[in-house]
């Protein structure tokens, strides 16, 4: 069993969310579905797809104009929340610390916080990979407080048609299982996410401590999303 998820980012209509629901609906997998969505799309949903949210205030309530609590989000009908996203790193400079700080406030609020980490294209051509991973699962992931999902998101890849190669894939997913381990949160689940498509997931999948995908683009639209749900058993 893999755990496929799809982030809509600033995406998709009420319409959009139906179709796909009704359409993975039909899909025979023991695989498990999940669709992060915008705020005004978020709903109660019965069946085999669970809903998620794309960002959570550290806050529980208070005067935060425009931002959405864990509380909130879970009585709109989310189960999981994705934090630290590459892009909310990168255009509103999120650090680890405050990826851990609405981690935290997520697990508090009973949701599962799907927690992003991954090293810039910069990084990379330093050979700081493996540490800006490292310190990005130690310092964004709570020490405790319930289930987390960890995302793997090499950033340098996402929305560039890039792919790491297999060997780059293991060694970065290798670190984060035996880091988790380190913490005390051995067998948490962690996702690949980068230009995941239907003719490259399965490969993906078959690749050591990768415990399934978190889909940008191609989750948008079932032709897209169905066959990498169905690549993997």
Same mark, same amino acid.
């Given at each position: 069993?893999? +755990? *496929?998820?799809?982030?809509?980012? $600033?995406?998709?209509?009420? &319409?959009?969310?139906?179709?796909? /629901?009704?359409?993975? %609906?039909?899909?025979?997998?023991?695989?498990?579905?999940?669709?992060?969505?915008?705020?005004?799309?978020?709903?109660?949903?019965?069946?085999?797809?669970?809903?998620?949210?794309?960002?959570?205030?550290?806050?529980?309530?208070?005067?935060?104009?425009?931002?959405?609590?864990?509380?909130?989000?879970?009585?709109?009908?989310?189960?999981?929340?994705?934090?630290?996203?590459?892009?909310?790193?990168?255009?509103?400079?999120?650090?680890?610390?405050?990826?851990?700080?609405?981690?935290?406030?997520?697990?508090?609020?009973?949701?599962?916080? +799907? *927690?992003?980490?991954?090293?810039? $294209?910069?990084?990379?051509? &330093?050979?700081?990979?493996?540490? /800006?991973?490292?310190? %990005?699962?130690?310092?964004?992931?709570?020490?405790?407080?319930?289930?987390?999902?960890?995302?793997?998101?090499?950033?340098?890849?996402?929305?560039?048609?890039?792919?790491?190669?297999?060997?780059?894939?293991?060694?970065?997913?290798?670190?984060?299982?035996?880091?988790?381990?380190?913490?005390?949160?051995?067998?948490?689940?962690?996702?690949?996410?980068?230009?995941?498509?239907?003719?490259?997931?399965?490969?993906?999948?078959?690749?050591?401590?990768?415990?399934?995908?978190?889909?940008?683009?191609?989750?948008?639209?079932?032709?897209?999303? *169905?066959?990498?749900?169905?690549?993997?058993?």
């Amino acid at each position: 069993m893999k +755990i *496929i998820a799809g982030n809509w980012k $600033m995406n998709g209509t009420r &319409a959009a969310l139906d179709e796909m /629901i009704t359409a993975l %609906g039909n899909v025979d997998t023991k695989n498990r579905m999940i669709l992060c969505v915008p705020f005004t799309m978020l709903r109660p949903v019965n069946g085999a797809v669970k809903i998620g949210a794309q960002d959570i205030s550290s806050h529980d309530h208070g005067a935060y104009t425009g931002e959405i609590s864990g509380g909130m989000l879970t009585d709109a009908g989310a189960s999981y929340v994705i934090v630290g996203h590459s892009e909310r790193r990168a255009y509103h400079n999120e650090s680890n610390a405050d990826v851990c700080a609405k981690a935290t406030a997520a697990l508090q609020a009973g949701l599962v916080p +799907i *927690i992003c980490v991954g090293e810039t $294209m910069d990084e990379k051509n &330093a050979d700081r990979t493996m540490e /800006i991973i490292e310190h %990005g699962v130690r310092e964004s992931v709570p020490q405790s407080g319930g289930d987390v999902i960890v995302a793997y998101e090499p950033r340098w890849a996402i929305g560039a048609g890039l792919t790491p190669s297999d060997d780059e894939i293991a060694s970065a997913h290798t670190l984060i299982a035996n880091t988790l381990a380190d913490m005390g949160r051995g067998g948490t689940p962690v996702l690949y996410g980068a230009s995941v498509k239907g003719n490259n997931a399965a490969q993906i999948m078959a690749i050591d401590h990768v415990d399934g995908v978190l889909v940008g683009g191609a989750s948008l639209k079932p032709d897209d999303f *169905i066959p990498i749900i169905t690549s993997v058993k």
